[in-house]
């Protein structure tokens, strides 16, 4: 008893200069406040960070210790304050005591830190940052910064092992793959709205998605304002008013028909006459002439709203860099040369971000808040019903070309004469293009006065 005495007041007044009151057992008095050694837990942390356990006490030592909680004799804070040890790690060395009092060794317990990552995904976090350095700096790549997210995402994915953000952005700065943030110009407009379908952003990128790709590919992406859904997405060779129509058509037989457009400047979605100069006269000014997927919506009563800016569409765009970083990064793990695979990583980041994701701005994962506001029936989306002088839904979403009948009953397209009947000599005439990429050919639907007449391949 001398012995383990000695023992406490060494260890103990070698970090604390005041004498603290032993319990009874070790020399102190039966006073009721002499049962307790109250120790600050700051000063608690620092004498137990001070020296392992199994180098401060013997054995023998803390096999008394806990011979005396078990008979009672020592309460929780006596022995945390005696030994300078926390209620977990006491608790784990009493479930090994209790396994075997008489041949307990502090050898036998081996503490493991919970925030001590496994070597393997250690190596795993360097290994994506290198190759995030590399896709850095490709500049036909649309990736400029390190996505620490995503690698957090890829690490749990494949090993199982969560890692948290701030444990890999130490990596990062210790191995020099870390870019500090710039400052970013706030946005001079934002669109806001109150129902799913009040306003659906459209747009489209144009960048190198894979690096072991040969060529750029389209992105064209429509999201839900209210509810931050991506309605469609979907990559394209080339990008033609034929793709935003499919798009059009995906989103509306889906999902029903919205009640406002917001998309940009581009040719495909608004015709923009430049300033008259000395060599040539206008003769028709921006908006005369109305490309063929506003002409859709026009038929449909859906509303088209330009952005001023590209600041101004900055949900779409955000969502944009998502998917592209994400996309990116997929294509090169994956080692994905073509348009098919790559389309098949897009639809499953697609799916990761409506379904998975909350979103930093609403905090809501996208298709809840979306499906939620449907159910309570607070949605701007009509059904789409085909009008009754219509066949087919070809008969909406398709390209159009007015033509005149020369005297021949003929029209020109490309070149190609194709007889129509029906329709007198010099009177306009619509036809209604729906190409078949696959097949190389089209079906054309001729209209006469808001009739239809007939159709051909």
């Not at 309605?231 to 028909?257: C, F, N, P, R």
């Not at 029209?411 to 619509?430: A, D, H, T, W, Y």
Request: aromatic share 12%; proline share 5%; glycine share 4%.
């Amino acid at each position: 008893m001398k012995t383990e005495l000695k023992t406490i007041h060494r260890v103990v007044g070698r970090h604390f200069p005041q004498p603290l009151p032993l319990p009874q057992f070790l020399g102190g008095s039966s006073g009721g406040d002499s049962h307790t050694v109250p120790l600050h837990r700051t000063q608690r942390e620092e004498y137990r960070m001070g020296e392992h356990l199994h180098k401060r006490f013997d054995d023998e030592f803390v096999r008394s210790i806990f011979l005396k909680y078990a008979s009672r004799e020592l309460s929780v804070q006596q022995v945390l304050s005696i030994l300078g040890i926390q209620r977990s790690g006491f608790f784990a060395l009493l479930k090994v005591f209790k396994q075997d009092p008489k041949n307990f060794h502090l050898s036998s317990y081996q503490h493991r830190s919970p925030r001590r990552i496994p070597e393997q995904a250690d190596k795993r976090i360097l290994a994506e940052l290198s190759t995030d350095k590399g896709l850095i700096e490709d500049e036909q790549i649309p990736v400029s910064r390190y996505n620490y997210s995503a690698i957090r995402d890829l690490i749990h994915t494949h090993t199982g092992v969560r890692v948290s953000l701030p444990t890999i952005i130490n990596r990062a700065k210790q191995h020099n793959f870390y870019l500090p943030y710039k400052p970013r110009k706030v946005h001079d407009r934002e669109v806001l709205t109150n129902y799913p379908g009040e306003l659906i952003q459209h747009d489209t990128s144009h960048h190198k998605f894979s690096p072991y790709a040969d060529r750029k590919w389209y992105l064209i992406t429509s999201i839900d304002d209210y509810s931050r859904y991506l309605l469609y997405g979907q990559l394209w060779e080339k990008e033609l008013s034929w793709s935003h129509i499919l798009a059009l058509e995906d989103v509306m037989l889906t999902y029903g028909i919205p009640l406002n457009y917001y998309v940009d400047w581009h040719s495909i979605f608004r015709f923009v006459q430049g300033r008259d100069s000395v060599w040539r006269e206008n003769n028709r000014l921006t908006d005369q002439v109305i490309p063929p997927w506003k002409q859709v919506l026009t038929d449909l009563q859906v509303q088209v709203t330009y952005a001023l800016s590209p600041q101004a569409k900055g949900k779409v765009e955000r969502a944009f860099r998502w998917l592209q970083d994400r996309l990116v990064r997929t294509c090169t793990r994956e080692n994905i040369r073509t348009i098919e695979d790559a389309h098949r990583a897009l639809q499953y980041e697609i799916n990761q971000y409506n379904f998975s994701r909350v979103h930093c701005t609403t905090r809501e994962i996208p298709v809840f808040r979306f499906n939620n506001a449907i159910k309570a029936n607070r949605t701007m989306f009509r059904e789409f019903i085909l009008p009754s002088s219509f066949e087919s839904t070809k008969d909406t979403f398709c390209l159009r070309a007015v033509k005149t009948v020369d005297a021949h009953h003929k029209v020109s397209i490309n070149n190609f004469k194709l007889r129509v009947r029906g329709v007198p000599l010099r009177e306009k005439v619509e036809i209604r293009i729906v190409p078949e990429e696959k097949r190389g050919i089209a079906e054309l639907r001729y209209w006469y006065k808001k009739n239809s007449l007939m159709f051909r391949r």
